[in-house]
């Protein structure tokens, strides 16, 4: 599709690539009516820009609202939310003043396709020179396929907008895979570029919710269980979960059928109270769940006297019960807190209601009650956003292959691999050596074949600031031909600090721990703050950085195993990740108790200080970690909680 500037007026052509787009902007003195003259598709847009200025000041008799003799400076002035919903036979009209918008909703349109949405978007971003974050930009019901979703962001990627987005919006659409999303929140160039993507109650063009979704690897079904590790989940991507801290609060949910659940899946206006003039005017565009799903400690039987733990339910989905589960798995202080009752000797009930001393996979979901005879099961994963509003929900479908001659239902995690043989070990020194962390939990063993038996320890999945790290010398392989590193623990605090073994090599698992790029700019995340030094050997102080401050980079410096970032005074800071992160990060300012809370003396809430009522507003200074994992708030005189079940933000 070609649309031609008509009366002087050039606009977006989408029969270039998005990254040759050329916009000229309409002069900001051009009327409505000259713009937009009354008549086919020119009046819908004109009357729907006019609607989403009235609908914006519904009640405010001072405003004087909008004509068809304003100017496009006094629509751009207004920030409006522009919401097309009557089909257009051409979107030339649509495309001339697009970039006059805040946001901009394009729905119910018949025979749209891949290039008419490519220009719109071109159009919307056009021009858009300052940072502002944007309102919205939606395509529901407008037959958007998975195909259009990666060319929609890839759309978005190469617009070169200094615009952000807050909601993407592709609600009632037949999309069946989500994988471009997920890559897009987990690449450092472009996860901000969007905050975040609502696009639920997924239908066929025929109207009837969508069946189909990701086909995964054939899974083992052993005594009626599956036992599914979430790294086959791209939802459980750890880059995408912390890209999308901000909005993913409440984790993922599981459905254990592929089935419509029309309790879930409703077009349900956002809760009016506390949200936002934007959130406001896109109620009926984002879609809630309208669910509140408990906390795991809800779904853990715990007997302290008895050293007993119920883990039967609890990251578990039984296939035939219609139950909705939340799971927090791979949380650190659920990993961490069940890594401490094993080694005060629990028992633990198992999905098959049998205990045993060590506790179940903590990286694997359960299948439980598949009937015999099952060919493959499906389940949903919806992934939720701020204030319980349904980011999307994709299906997967797991086909079962027969039950193996040797029990496989609960593995362990040391039990993916074989055991040590008494073979030689093929160990090769690395070309290079260099320092890696620990994203997941892992374990450190004493052969490459991972067993009970050669296992020295686990490490928890913790959080960024206080990820293991380890210093890798050597490559070597299970007999399988697994890939693993022979890597010396480097962490001082660590009980094994100094020792050998082997890691898994899994980039999932395990990444550099220092930059190899120089990023723009740096935040400081390591609760004790960084310091600037004269000597790439980090020696001769000049000056103390504290946690949440930005620095620019100009350069990076390799010295030793490590990386330096050097800034613009020519001082070196610290390239390691535990430490700095890249880009700018939004740091917690204030926060108000929502119940009675307590202040500690020390990270782990050990020791009580003081009491803040209910409603007291307190100034945070910055963020720290406890043994297990969970965040706090570091506030005059000690820490605070960072639940927020607790504690609201304050912006």
Known sequence: MAVIGAGGISIARADVSPGQVQVASVAATTTLNEALPDGGDSEIVKAAILKSDQDKYAGDTSHQGLSGSSTLQDVAAEQLIVKITTNLDSYAALEKVADQFSGLVVNNQQNFDSAEMTAITQAFLANRTTGTELAALGFSNDGVTT???ATLLQTIDEANSAATIKYLLLNR????DFSSWVTFKSTAATKDKIAGLNADVLKNPDGQPISTGITLAPQMLKDGIIELPFTELNEFNGTFLTSSTDNVVSGLKFYNQATN??????????????VSG???ALQSEVISSQKDFPYWSNMVGIDETHKKINLSTYDVLFYDQEQIYQTNTNAPEVNSYVEDCQ?????FK?????????PPNGEHLFIAHVPAGAKQVQIRVLTEALGNTATYTQIYTIPIKLEPTTPTAFN???SSSSSADSATIDTKPVAKVKLVYATKKIGLYQHPDFTKTTRQRWYSQQPRVHRPMFKVTGEAASKQGTPRYLVKDVNRESKTYGKTGYITKRATYVTPAYYAKAPAKVTIIAPKGVNAYRRVALTGKVKHYRQGQVLPIVGITQHHLTTRFQLQDGTYVTANKKLVQSGRLPMVKKVAAKTKINRYQDVNLKRQSKVFRKGTQIA????????????????????????????????
């Open 173 to 176: 659409n037949p999309i069946t």
């Open 412 to 414: 362990h995690a040391e």
């Open 350 to 358: 198992y999905p098959d209601l049998q205990e045993r001393t060590t």
């Open 343 to 347: 080694n005060q000797g629990y028992t």
């Open 261 to 274: 659940h029309d309790d879930i899946d409703q077009a349900a206006q956002l809760d009016s109270e506390n």
């Open 278 to 280: 934007v959130d406001q």
């Open 147 to 149: 195909a259009d979703l």
């Open 620 to 651: 945070v200074l910055g963020y720290d970690f406890s043994t297990h994992g969970a965040q706090r708030y570091r506030v005059a005189g000690g820490y605070v909680t960072a639940n927020p079940k607790l504690v609201k933000v304050i912006k």
